[in-house]
């Protein structure tokens, strides 16, 4: 059973401080909310950039994870058509390697979806600190 919800609560630059540096890479990222409670924002601005960081901090990768397994899948079977010749969908050591290719995409955009969701996060808070100042 999964854990509760985080509702996250920032009051005002430490917190948003403090919510970078507590930001971590999971593979099973929790769900939850985060709430600005900035007064120098209007209520607008508020709902943008809580949507913003909920975006990234709770981002799981997961499409990036399904789009590049899929990529991987076709682009293995398009090489080793043109390589061998249609003839090769018959042998189970083929269908074998391309479930491997499926997983590995499935991986490795998971991986990159989590690195970049990390990185747009940072982005995103430096530029709601300097909107704030």
């Known amino acids: 059973m999964r854990d509760k919800e985080l509702n996250i609560v920032l009051d005002d630059i430490t917190g948003l401080y403090d919510l970078l540096k507590s930001y971590r890479y999971s593979i099973f990222p929790q769900k939850g909310t985060i709430n600005l409670n900035i007064k120098k924002l209007s209520k607008v601005e508020k709902k943008y950039w809580q949507r913003k960081l909920e975006k990234y901090y709770f981002a799981c ?34 269908w074998i390697i391309s479930i491997i290719f499926l997983f590995a995409g499935a991986f490795f955009g998971k991986i990159a ?18 909107l704030i100042f």
Not at 73 to 81: G, P, R
Not at 124 to 130: A, G, N, Q, S, V
Request: glycine share 6%.
């Open 113 to 130: 979806g989590l690195l970049y969701s990390k990185f747009v996060f940072k982005i995103t808070i430096k530029r709601l600190i300097l």
């Open 61 to 94: 990768g997961c499409k990036e994870g399904s789009a590049t397994s899929i990529i991987f899948f076709a682009l293995y079977w398009v090489f080793t058509i043109y390589i061998q010749s249609i003839n090769a969908i018959l042998k189970w050591e083929v």
